[in-house]
C-alpha cells in the first residue's frame, strides 16, 4: 500500500485545531486514519499489534504489559476488521464512531421483523391484588480473584489492589486496600459472599434470583480461556451453594478475549463460555432448556411455581465492543437470536405466560448498535402485553430505560415496556448493590422495586459489611407522579413516563435520580444539557433515540483522575485497550504519522 502523504496532510492539518474536527462532510480525515489503519492491517497482524502497542506505550496511556497484553488479545480481532472492510462502507463509519468517537451514525437499515401472528388486542394485564412474592436482581459481580488485601488501591493500571509490583505490595504502599473491596478495584471474594449472605437475611423467601451477568475481572489485558473457566465455575458454584434458584444471562466478560464472541454465521469461537455457563444453569433451567443455552447463550425456561417464562438473550450479539461483529456486511439477524425470540414469545404469548426478558446489556444503550436495538425493540413493541418487564445489568449504574410504540410522540399512553438496569456489585462505579423487587404472583408485574447496598463509607465496612436499604422505587418515585401511585399499583411504562416528566419540572427530583445511579458515590450534579440528554436516555429502549453522540478520541492518561487525584466513575467505556489506543490517534499527530510510516513500508 503506498504511502497516504496527502491524507496525512489533510489529517495533521485538522489536528492543529484546539478541538476535534468533527465530522467534516468529506469525512477526510476519519477516511484518512481509516486507510492507514487498514493499510498496517493488510501488513499482518503481527505489524498491526505492533504498531498498536507502540502507539499505547508511547501515548503513556497504559502500563507497558497492559498495551501488550490487551492489545495482543484485541488487535488481530481489528486488524481482520479492517482488512474486510471497504472505507466509506456502513461498517467503516460504525468502525470509525466506535474507535475514533468521530462522526454521526449512519440512518438504521430498515428491516421488518417478520411476526407469525398480528399483535392481539390485549390489554396490559392490571395487578391481581394478591400477597406479592420477593425476587431479587445483582449484577457485574466482577470479582478479583487475585485481590490481596493490603495491596495499592492507587497502582497504576485499570484496576488496582493487586500485588502487581514490590511498590504495590502489601506493608510497601501509603494506600493499602481493605479486605472487603475498593472503588479503585474489582471485589475480592469477601464481599461477593457477604452480597449472598445478605440476600438471604434481607429476602429468605425470595423466590427466585436474576443475576445480569459479568462474572470476570476488569484485568482484560491478562485474561486466559483457562483463569475465565475457573473464574466462572468458582462464581456459580458460590451462588449456588448460597442461592435456591438463579437465572442467569451471558455478559461480555465472560469471554476471553473480552467481548470477542462470534455469530454462528462466523464459526462460534465461544463454544467452550456456552458450555460452561449452560452445565452451570441446568441445575434451575432443567436439561432442555440448558442445552439451548449451549448454542448461543440464550434460553427460555419456564418457572415451575407460576405462570411466567424467563427468557435470557445474549446481548453480545449487538454490543459495539463485540469487535467481531464489523463484518464486510453486518448481520441483520447475528446467530439468528431475533428469529428465535420471536418463535418463544409467540409461543408464550399463545400460551398465556407472562414473560421476563433478561440480558446483560441494556438494548437501547450507546453500547448497542443502532440497528440491532432497533429490530429488538421491534419485538418488544410486539409482544408488549406479554412482557411483564426486562431486567440487565452492564452499564453499573442504577438506570432505567422505557420502550414506546411511538417515539416521535412519548407519552404515557404509548409507553409499552420497561427495563430495570441493576447497579453493580463491583465497587468501581458506586457502593456494591442489589435488589428486591415486590411482584405480583400472578400478573408478574413489578410492584416495587427495593435496593440495598454496603456503603462503603461506613466504618465497619472493612471489618463486616452491612446491607441496608437504599431506597424504595415506590417510596421514592410514586409520588413524583400525577396522580400519585397507589399501594397496589404497578410501576407500570406508563407510570414511569409520568416520572420523567415530573422530573422534566424538578431539578432536585432529577438530582436524585443522578444520585442513586452512583448509589450516592462521587455525584455530580446534572441541571440543563445535562438533564436534557439523560431523560432522553431513560425514554430509549431503542439505542437511535437515546440522544448519545459520538465523543472523539481523547488524550488519555493512565487513569483518569479528577481535580483531588481520585480515579473517577469507571464504567464499561474506560476499558477497551485498542479502543483507546486508536482514539488517542485523533489527538496526537505524531502517533499518527507512526501509523503512517508503517503503512508505508515494504
Ligand atoms: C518496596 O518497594 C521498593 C520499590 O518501590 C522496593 O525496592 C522494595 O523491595 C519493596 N519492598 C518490599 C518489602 O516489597
Ligand atoms: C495474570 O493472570 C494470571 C493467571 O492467568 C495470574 O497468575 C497473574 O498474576 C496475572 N497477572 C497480573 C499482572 O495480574
Ligand atoms: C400518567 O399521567 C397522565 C396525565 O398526564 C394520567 O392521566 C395517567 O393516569 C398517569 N398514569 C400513571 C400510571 O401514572
Ligand atoms: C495516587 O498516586 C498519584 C501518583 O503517585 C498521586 O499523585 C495521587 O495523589 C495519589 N492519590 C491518592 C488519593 O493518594
Ligand atoms: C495530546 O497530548 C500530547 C502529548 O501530551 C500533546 O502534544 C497534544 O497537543 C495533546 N493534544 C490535545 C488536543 O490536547
Redesign the pocket.
Known sequence: MPRQSSEVALAAEAQGRDAPPFCPPTYVFTHAILVLLKGVAELGNTIFVDTLTEICKLSGAEDDDVCEGAIKLEGPIIANDLRGMSIGSKTSDLFCITFLGLCSYPAVTPFSISFPKAKPSTARPTPSGQDPIQIVQYSDIHVDPFYVAGSNT?CTKPICCRDYSAADAPGNN??PAGPNGDHNCDAPVSLEESMYAAINDIAPNAKFSIFTGDIVDHAVWNTTQAQNTIDINDAYSRMSSALNLIYGVTGNHEMSPVNAFQTTAEGTNAQWVYDLLSSAWTQWIGASSASEADKIGAYSAKYSDGNLRIISVNTNFYYIQNYELYEKTMETDPSSQFSWLVTELQAAEDAGERVYIIGHMPMGSSDAFHDGSNYFDQIVNRYSSTIAALFFGHTHDDEMEIAYSDYSAQSFSNAVAYSYIMPSMTPTSGHPAFRVYSVDPVTFAVLDSTTYIANMDDPDFQTNPQWTKYYSAKEAYGPLASPPLGDGDELSPAFWHNVTVAWESSDADFNDYISRKSRGWDVESCTGDCKTNEICKVRAARAENNCVTPTPGVNFSKRD?DE???VKHQDECGISVARRTLGSLVQRKELLELVAKRSGQQ
Open positions: 492507587n501509603s494506600s483522575l483531588s487525584g481520585a
